[in-house]
């Protein structure tokens, strides 16, 4: 997505740094060491129902975060943990989450994990063309509801035709 990957910042520091800076209460990331992750992995690929056939390439979002201290766990290992505790055969999620795929694919690799398929679908977006989500206060079909809108109404909204 263009952001800067991880530098490597704390890649080197010893087991004492390490424990220090845990018992000093200090924030902290833990990260998959992409390289050797992929390394044990070897080459993995993927199916989207929409994209086809994928080359996963997790090496292109870097080391990934998998827990911080505030968070015990992070959204790549927890999704990857969920679909396979749930028995997910089709995973279905939006577009935005596309390329986070590869990372997921890394990990169920890494974890033993059976191999599902995937379905990316569209955004829905307002009229900018900004897309409809709760971090940025988008409407929920349940206030389109609230305001007496009928059924059919909020179909006709998110796009479908009756």
Known sequence: DGSPLYPGTCRRLSPQERADRLAEGRPYALRLDMAEAMRRAGPLSWTDELAGGQAARPERLGDVVLARKETPTSYHLAV??????????????????????????????LLGYRVPVWRHHALLTDAAGRRLAKRSDAAAIRAFRAEGRSAAEVRALAGFAD
């Not at 505790?85 to 990372?103: K, M, P």
Request: charged share 25%; proline share 0%; hydrophobic share 45%.
């Open 80 to 109: 990857t943990v969920d679909d396979e505790i749930q028995g997910v055969t089709v995973v279905t999620r939006g577009l935005d989450l596309f390329e986070a795929t590869h990372v997921h694919r890394l990990l169920q690799a």
